[in-house]
């Protein structure tokens, strides 16, 4: 199983970015997928999560309004928009997939994750 997370950069606060990850060695519409984050320092924290056919989402409070998760089933990959950045967004982020079809905000829950994708918000 490969997911591969892509998209990040530096980019201005107020700004957006769309993340995307790509999956291969599973069946991508058997797995619900989320998007977590670690900034430096810290411990890596949820971000949203989205069911397997897309109809059910969960967010952070901190990025409810800010950001929106996405799949495209046919395309084995999941989006993450995120609008209106602010620095505290600054952080390395991770795609993870679980297969139980309920969403989680619990990373041990998620089997499978990316590599990561730093995003860099900047004043």
């Known amino acids: 199983v490969q997911l591969q997370a892509s998209g990040g950069g530096l980019v201005q606060a107020g700004g957006s970015l769309r993340l995307s990850c790509a999956a291969s060695g599973l069946t991508f519409s058997n797995y619900v997928m989320g998007w977590f984050r670690q900034a430096p320092g810290k411990e890596r924290e949820f971000v949203t999560a989205?069911?397997?056919?897309?109809?059910?989402?969960d967010y952070a409070a901190s990025v409810k309004g800010r950001f929106t998760i996405s799949r495209d089933n046919a395309k084995n990959t999941v989006y993450l928009q995120m609008n209106n950045l602010k620095l505290e967004d600054t952080a390395v982020y991770y795609c993870?997939?679980?297969?139980?079809?309920?969403?989680?905000?619990?990373?041990?829950?998620?089997?499978?994750w990316g590599q990561g994708t730093q995003v860099t918000v900047s004043s």
């Open positions: 989205i069911s397997r056919g897309g109809s059910n989402t």
């Open positions: 993870a997939a679980k297969s139980i079809n309920l969403i989680s905000r619990r990373a041990p829950e998620y089997a499978y």
